[in-house]
């Protein structure tokens, strides 16, 4: 790059907008191109969730960025997040832990097996995945990742896990990190485009004042104030996604009880309430479809579940889907301004940080130097498959086989995607396995076999007979992954007797900070 630096624009701050500043000027350092970054945030729009969850991505990316983890845990009242406990999801009731490790990553597979031999094991003795993780043993005993012995603080996973957080103090406390990072406090009115390229030249904010832009990250939600005026275009997820309204709260935590290490996603009658745990409280929300339940008639569905009255928030109204094009000129759209879906995945955050990590595989010069219709379209069938395959892998969820509501009786006739159908019968015969998903662009993470895994097992999909065929011919194998599936459930289990509660643990970094 030569000449006055570039200028890259964030508008929108919270957690979205000041990641994607943070992590594009890593990048920058990184490659030793001298850029200028600017997140505009306006202060008269407040934020409405009620709790957030990440996913492990977030953890690496907060590490890469330098950013302590003790002061972010004692800044932002953030908790531990192991994994997701599904409740009432199955035809019988039943519920069933999605953990976020993998202990197939601890142990080689042998030649000829693929590389989740210890998931096909477990399949093939007919007993529960997510008994055979770490995970699932802090989450069941709400413990930190953390011990104490002889007097010091030892880490127990070998793993990346990941946060709940308030996205208010997250954005606050990004903002805090971000040296070098001009924060406008401001909002913007309108943009100024070049009549020839149509490339956005200048934002104009309500008081007049220009700022001349390079690059502009659309980071404002679903306002989209400036993608949204650029003809994105959007495909809706509606027909397999049909959750439209979402009544957000907050709860006391138990006193009786540690703070979960959980998201909890309860299914109800018309839908699914997510609980996600913060330091002083409890996030909470009914995600439902207006066709099958009223916003009055939900809340006493809330209140009746939970045994106790709720201060709802408000009512949202969501349109899950994703923009035709998030990258449009010189304009990206990332977060919600690019796409939403319902939380059940904590696929909000991951995707704006993918999002954000795929263009620092783009040359710089290339995406502020007028990017080629070629980068451009690559970007963008990326971010679309993204998304498409996030809302698959959702769909998925609600085929536990209940019928016993209008709303579960619909999803059952028409609600499940033919891809979810395909897929479901391909694995009835077939053993779940990486080679079923195609890989994502720069090889960056994805949703894939190891996720699917505890969902698809939870809810009965995962029969006996594919993953046996496994072992056929090499019944030492099935041996040796039982013996160490013995051996890593023992460790497990002992490193959960021996960590801290989340409670105490967080208790004890708050005094120190």
């Known amino acids: 790059m030569s000449g006055a630096p570039k200028h890259i624009a964030v508008v929108g701050g919270g957690t979205a907008g000041w990641l994607s500043a943070l992590v594009l000027q890593k990048a920058a350092q990184s490659a030793r191109q001298p850029i200028s970054i600017s997140v505009i945030e306006s202060p008269d729009i407040p934020t409405v969730g009620v709790g957030e969850g990440s996913t492990s991505v977030f953890r690496q990316v907060l590490l890469d960025l330098g950013i302590d983890e003790s002061e972010f845990l004692a800044e932002t009242g953030a908790t531990f997040k192991f994994g997701i406990h599904h409740q009432g999801w199955r035809a019988d009731g039943g519920s069933y832990y999605g953990p976020i490790d993998d202990p197939n990553a601890l142990v ?31 989450m069941r005993g709400r413990k930190a990742p953390y011990a104490r012995k002889n007097g010091r603080l030892i880490a127990l996973s070998q793993y990346h896990y990941a946060y709940h957080f308030d996205q208010a103090r997250l954005g606050r406390f990004l903002a805090t990190k971000a040296s070098g990072i001009a924060h406008i406090r401001a909002e913007v009115a309108q943009t100024k485009r070049n009549s020839a390229s149509g490339d956005i030249t200048d934002l104009v904010m309500t008081d007049g004042t220009a700022v001349a832009v390079d690059l502009v ?173 996030f809302a698959q892998f959702i769909n998925l969820h609600y085929t536990g086989g209940r019928r016993d509501t209008p709303f579960w009786r619909d999803m059952a006739a028409s609600g499940i995607s033919q891809q979810s159908r395909d897929r479901l019968a391909q694995w009835q015969s077939h053993p779940l396995t990486r080679a079923d998903f195609a890989p994502f662009p720069g090889n960056l993470p994805h949703v894939e076999e190891q996720l699917f895994a505890p969902v698809l097992d939870g809810l009965g999909h995962l029969p006996k007979a594919p993953a046996k065929q496994l072992f056929a011919n090499t019944p030492q194998h099935r041996a040796a992954a039982r013996k160490t599936l013995d051996r890593l459930s023992r460790e497990f289990r002992g490193a959960a007797n021996m960590a801290l509660g989340q409670r105490t643990y967080l208790e004890q970094l708050r005094a120190t900070h």
């Open 108 to 138: 080689p597979h042998p030649d000829g097996l693929p590389a989740n031999w210890l998931h096909q094991a477990r399949v093939a003795g007919g007993k529960p995945l997510a008994d055979a993780h770490l995970f699932t043993a802090l």
């Open 217 to 389: 990250l659309d980071c404002t939600g679903f306002r989209r104030a400036i993608i949204g005026k650029m003809d994105a275009g959007w495909t809706s997820y509606g027909t397999f996604l049909p959750l439209n309204k979402a009544m957000p709260f907050w709860l006391d935590h138990a006193p009786d009880k540690d703070i979960p290490t959980h998201t909890n996603a309860r299914a109800l009658g018309a839908g699914w309430m997510w609980g996600i745990p913060v330091r002083d409280r409890m996030g909470c929300g009914y995600v439902f479809s207006d066709a099958h339940t009223t916003p009055d008639a939900a809340q006493a569905e809330i209140e009746a579940a939970l045994g106790q009255p709720i201060d709802p928030r408000g009512v949202l109204s969501i349109d899950p889907g994703r923009l035709g094009r998030a990258w449009i000129n010189n304009c990206i759209a990332i977060g919600l301004a690019q796409s939403f879906l319902e939380p059940l995945e904590a696929t909000s955050i991951h995707g704006s940080l993918v999002q954000a990590l795929m263009l620092t595989q783009i040359s710089l010069d290339t995406v502020l130097g007028g990017a080629p219709d070629r980068a451009r379209s690559e970007y963008n069938a990326a971010t679309a498959r993204q998304v498409d395959d």
